[in-house]
């Protein structure tokens, strides 16, 4: 039986199965617009720190870490330590040496990012190797 004739032969009015439909499809519309809207955040991300590390290596390095760490989400917040933003810091707070918009502006989160992975591992790269070898950095 398909699915079509299975609805059918049920006996529920056809206008409560025909408004059934629209508010599943209506449903699955604003979901689907919900990853779009998180890819361009990202996105916008993901430019701003190409520009703000230039090093195109460097760049490569900081982008895996942070893929691997928030996915390019600002408010990537892990339920259970705590590490915030696209760098995972810990505690987020400690962003706020970069700039008061710390909990939302990506340059902040990146230019205090970039700056943690230079002075405990040299460079960008330096942590990327480190995260490589350990599972974080």
Known sequence: MSAASFLRSIATPKKALAGTAVAVAAAGSIFAA???????TGASAQATAKKMIGDSAQYQCFSNIVEHES???VNATNSSSGAYGL???????????????????????????????????????????????????
């Not at 962003?95 to 970039?114: C, R, Y």
């Open 34 to 40: 919900a990853p779009a809207q998180a890819a361009t």
């Open 71 to 73: 996915g390019w989400d």
């Open 87 to 137: 760098v995972q810091a810990l505690p987020g707070s400690k962003m706020a040496s970069a700039g008061s918009d710390w909990k939302t502006n990506p340059a902040t989160q990146i230019e205090w990012g970039v700056d943690y992975m230079k002075d405990r591992y040299g460079s960008a790269c330096g942590a990327w190797n480190f995260w490589q070898a350990n599972g974080w950095y």
